[in-house]
């Protein structure tokens, strides 16, 4: 298969799996805008062609937030984007804070490609958080957010000069949201 087919076959398949979710703004977006802000961020922003890495970008909150198992994965895309995904996925089981602590200690440790999809989910989150937030956050938490990425995304660093630019440019604007 090619690449491009196999980019296709990973977004029709997230928006399947994410059809009945929506996203925490004010308007409840289709929660499937999010993973194709982040291979649209990786391909466009950070020059990105691995299709490794654009597939993982599309699933990475499939196993998290739907049903699907890291089982289906590897049947529907092999091993590797498999792997990409579960490195990127938070186990839902343990409390948030500890989740959030552990995204930043096990960031340094993951895969060049999950480094890619972690650094660009970050850019889309605090994209987000400026131009329309949750509609139930403060500005504390907001605030909280971004100094929460910024300790994830420095466990990144090194990967994609221009990713990180634009992370630190969003990063710099913290004290207006």
Not at 9 to 22: I, L, N
Not at 149 to 174: C, P, S, T, W, Y
């Amino acid at each position: 298969m090619n690449a491009i087919a196999e980019i296709l076959r990973a977004a029709a398949f997230a928006a399947e799996k994410h059809r009945d979710q929506r996203r925490k703004d004010a308007d409840a977006s289709p929660y499937i805008n999010h993973p194709l802000q982040l291979a649209n961020v990786l391909a466009n922003d950070g020059g990105i062609s691995d299709p490794v890495v654009l597939c993982a970008a599309l699933l990475h909150d499939t196993v998290e937030d739907t049903k699907t198992t890291e089982e289906e994965l590897r049947a529907a895309f092999g091993a590797k984007i498999a792997s990409v995904v579960m490195e990127v996925t938070d186990d839902k089981s343990l409390p948030k804070p500890m989740r959030k602590q552990l995204q930043i200690e096990h960031a340094p440790h993951i895969s060049h490609e999950a480094k890619l999809v972690k650094l660009a989910d970050k850019i889309c989150n605090l994209r987000d958080i400026i131009n329309s937030p949750p509609a139930n956050w403060p500005q504390s938490r907001k605030q909280d957010y971004f100094d929460w990425a910024a300790k994830v995304v420095d466990g990144v660093r090194g990967h994609n000069a221009a990713l990180e630019a634009i992370f630190d440019q969003l990063h710099a604007r913290k004290d207006s949201v």
